[in-house]
Nanobody, 127 residues
């Protein structure tokens, strides 16, 4: 079964930082476009950031631009999301998702485009 696994969530104070990690189970990430999504209680799941297969294209939601950074290490077979200057409104379950795109250097924050999802990792920003 193809699955991605998130890690790195936790409780952090406002202004703090976390680094989330996404790893693959059952396949290699290096031919997959990766997206990060989040879902807060009572809200729809929203796209946060994405990165193309080769890592040269990235996109961010307006709400996280300048604070979050997505990156990938294909040798390490992981994708990272660095969360800086965290705010209480960033509190959510964060999900990693993948779709097979070995030839296109694009990515999207549209959740319906992805077909492999993880179980999520909780990020709580609170004093």
């Amino acid at each position: 079964q193809l699955q991605v696994v998130e890690s790195g969530g936790g409780l952090v104070q406002p202004g703090g930082s976390l680094r989330l990690s996404c790893a693959a189970s059952g396949f290699s990430l290096d031919s997959y476009e990766i997206g990060w999504f989040r879902q807060a209680p009572g809200k729809e799941r929203e796209g946060v950031s994405c990165i193309s297969t080769r890592g040269s294209t990235t996109n961010y939601a307006d709400s996280v631009k300048g604070r979050f950074t997505i990156s990938r290490d294909n040798a390490d077979k992981r994708v990272y999301l660095q969360l800086n200057s965290l705010k209480p409104e960033d509190t959510a379950v964060y999900y990693c998702a993948a779709r097979w795109r070995p030839y296109l250097n694009i990515c999207t924050n549209e959740r319906r485009a992805y077909d492999i999802w993880g179980q999520g990792t909780q990020v709580t920003v609170s004093s």
